[in-house]
């Protein structure tokens, strides 16, 4: 999944990775309620 | 922070959502895993990504979008079309065509939808979506399989009894074929973990199924008014009267199951009083409920 997200926004797979994580770990924080 | 043989917490932490999907290949799941043993901090984040996982996974796929978004998200591409045809060449225009864009914008989608998906994670809410879901299925299931009825009757003293007799309560059962409703069948049908009265009423050439089952424990237990919610192009109104959970679903237009809907509601409430019977055998008091 990673990989063809890389491919189809031309964009280095480490990139697609730490934004991923990075989103994931805002979802989470969010959901655990604290901001 | 303990020390680790191959990667420090700086990298494994990206690579943490990748091993959790299976993403990532042999040598580098190898390097997180061996950072997993010895790094505590790195493995609480796997644990918690592992359950924000099966609670998205876990949360069901459909549901219906709030009131008033179709609504505002037409607005707002109305007005944006107003202002991208006043100046064509907008750098938004230029902007918009650029795959940061695209990426944001999925992004965005996805982490809407997620979240919008667990937001509704309370046990109540996908209980509730997950028995919508259900009805309409069995909904659907019913037309396609020619199993409609078990018993063909347009008699409610008919169906009453029967329905008495093939489950532990006894639900109420209504003709409204003066107000354009008539009865025309029933059957047993499996929701919510349960077997259910299913009575089966038509509209002209359309049929609507109406679910009935008390109200247990858990996600069923609601009250007030009535809930309407459309599904793969089925209306469906959802609410509970006297102690039962009532469950209508068609695919009529949405004025004419509210107007069923508000037709079996003061049928069954004329009745002076909608029994239902928890059944004698299993010990249980028999309840009669009159708060209409």
């Known amino acids: ?35 | 922070m303990t020390w680790s043989y191959n990667v420090n917490c700086k990298e494994a932490r990206p690579l943490i959502d990748g091993y959790v999907d299976g993403e990532l290949d042999l040598v580098r799941s190898m390097e997180v895993e061996s950072h997993l043993e010895d790094c505590g901090s790195c493995l609480q984040t796997l644990k918690s990504r592992k359950a924000l996982r099966s609670l998205v996974r876990s949360a069901s796929l459909r549901f219906d979008a709030p009131r008033g978004l179709e609504n505002r998200v037409l607005a707002a591409a109305r007005k944006e079309g107003k202002s991208n045809m006043a100046r064509p060449e907008s750098r938004w225009r230029r902007f918009s065509s650029s795959p940061m864009l695209a990426f944001g914008t999925a992004g965005v989608a996805f982490l809407a939808y997620l979240g919008w998906n667990v937001f509704r994670f309370t046990p109540g809410s996908v209980g509730q979506d997950r028995l919508a879901e259900e009805v309409v299925s069995s909904h659907v299931r019913s037309l396609q399989a020619n199993h409609l009825f078990d018993v063909v009757s347009t008699d409610q003293h008919t169906l009453k009894p029967w329905f008495s007799g093939n489950l532990d309560y006894s639900p109420p059962v209504v003709d409204l074929a003066d107000r354009g409703f008539p009865l025309s069948g029933g059957r047993l049908d499996y929701l919510d973990g349960r077997p259910v009265a299913a009575l089966v009423y038509r509209r002209r050439q359309h049929v609507i199924n109406l679910f009935v089952w008390p109200s247990g424990t858990g996600a069923a237990e609601q009250s007030g008014e009535p809930e309407t919610g459309l599904r793969r192009g089925y209306h469906t109104i959802f609410w509970s009267q006297a102690g039962m959970i009532f469950d209508a679903v068609s695919d009529v237009n949405i004025a004419d199951l509210r107007e069923f809907t508000r037709d079996v509601l003061e049928r069954t409430g004329q009745n002076a009083f909608v029994c239902f019977a928890l059944n004698v055998r299993s010990g249980k008091e028999a309840l009669v409920s009159s708060d209409l």
């Not at chain 1, 926004?9 to 994931?24: E, N, Q, Y």
């Open chain 1, 1 to 35: 999944m990673e990989k063809e997200m890389a491919q189809i926004t031309d964009m280095p797979i480490g990139t697609v990775m730490s934004r991923l994580a990075r989103a994931g770990g805002r979802l989470q924080q969010s959901l655990s309620g604290d901001e």
